[in-house]
């Protein structure tokens, strides 16, 4: 899944879950409850980090997977789709575009039925979230080209170890 807070991310991915069937990884269900924060200094990445190693185990065990991840930037997006590759899974990236006026009215929908899987968030924080998304062009969804990883690093593997801590083959 691809999309800012509020695009409908985890709302999507429980029905391609129920759909499918695939085990659906959702870290904001995680990081709340443990943290009662999303980033929780950097935990995030940790915890993102563990559950992809789950998710590749399912994959290599024939369960279909969704990663239920915000992925606003392009070189998660390849490194992702890198790493399914090689555990022999195809990979299908879903993008919800959201306009900011929608995305402000869901999130305070959102925060005031379920806070307890959610954080606050300002008009401010959407600014600056919509300023860093780094949205996938039609090449990016549509072909099964994998770019390589940036200048210096060996592989997506590499560079995933490097981005989520803990984010091992097992
Ligand atoms: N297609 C939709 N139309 C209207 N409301 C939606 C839609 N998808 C999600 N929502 C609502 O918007 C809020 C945010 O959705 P959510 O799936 O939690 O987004 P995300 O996981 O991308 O942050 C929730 O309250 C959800 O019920
Ligand atoms: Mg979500």
Request: net charge negative; hydrophobic share 40%; with cysteine.
């Amino acid at each position: 899944m691809v999309g800012l807070p509020g695009a409908g991310k985890t709302t999507r991915a429980a029905e391609l879950a129920a759909a499918h069937p695939a085990l659906r990884l959702t870290p904001d269900h995680w990081m709340v409850p443990l943290f009662e924060d999303s980033m929780a200094d950097g935990k995030r990445w940790v915890l993102e980090g563990r559950l992809i190693s789950l998710a590749l185990q399912a994959l290599r065990l024939g369960t279909s997977v969704v990663l239920d991840y915000g992925l606003w930037g392009r070189d998660e997006r390849s490194a992702l789709r890198w790493l399914a590759r090689s555990a022999g899974a195809a990979c299908r990236t879903v993008y919800l575009p959201v306009d900011k006026d929608v995305q402000l009215a869901r999130i305070a929908d959102r925060q005031a039925t379920t806070p307890d899987r959610t954080f606050p968030m300002s008009e401010a924080d959407v600014d600056a979230w919509r300023e860093q998304f780094q949205a996938p062009d039609a090449a990016e969804l549509n072909s099964g080209e994998i770019p390589p990883p940036p200048p210096g690093w060996p592989g997506w593997p590499e560079w995933a170890a490097d981005h989520w801590p803990s984010c091992t083959e097992s």
